[in-house]
Nanobody, 116 residues
Framework: QAQLVESGGGLAQPGGSLGLSCAASGISRIYVMAWYRQYPETQRELVASITNGGNTYYADSVKGRFTITRDNFRHTMYLQMENLKPEDTAVYYC???????????WGQGTQVTVSS
């Protein structure tokens, strides 16, 4: 079954760290993998993305704090989140597409909560 499976997340204090991972299975020709987050009653917003060549993009709100990486051999993407802020609290989703922007898959979402 083709799917993206996320793990990680949870609760962290402001200034703390958390890591997320997204493992792809049964999906061929992945070109871009990305992390999105969604606040209650809002649309998902792009947090960071990475191509299979390692080119990365970060939203301004997370630059310098989040690091996206990818292991093409293990078909897994990671997001290391440092210096977390309460406004990082959201449900985080991973997404993958092929080089034509098609064959789209989404993970099930994982909650990240930053609170003291």
């Amino acid at each position: 079954q083709a799917q993206l499976v996320e793990s990680g997340g949870g609760l962290a204090q402001p200034g703390g760290s958390l890591g997320l991972s997204c493992a792809a299975s049964g999906i061929s020709r992945i070109y871009v993998m990305a992390w999105y987050r969604q606040y209650p009653e809002t649309q998902r917003e792009l947090v960071a993305s990475i191509t299979n060549g390692g080119n990365t993009y970060y939203a301004d709100s997370v630059k310098g704090r989040f690091t996206i990486t990818r292991d093409n051999f293990r078909h897994t993407m990671y997001l290391q989140m440092e210096n977390l802020k309460p406004e990082d609290t959201a449900v985080y989703y991973c997404r993958s597409v092929d080089e034509y922007g098609r064959n789209e898959f989404w993970g099930q979402g994982t909650q990240v909560t930053v609170s003291s």
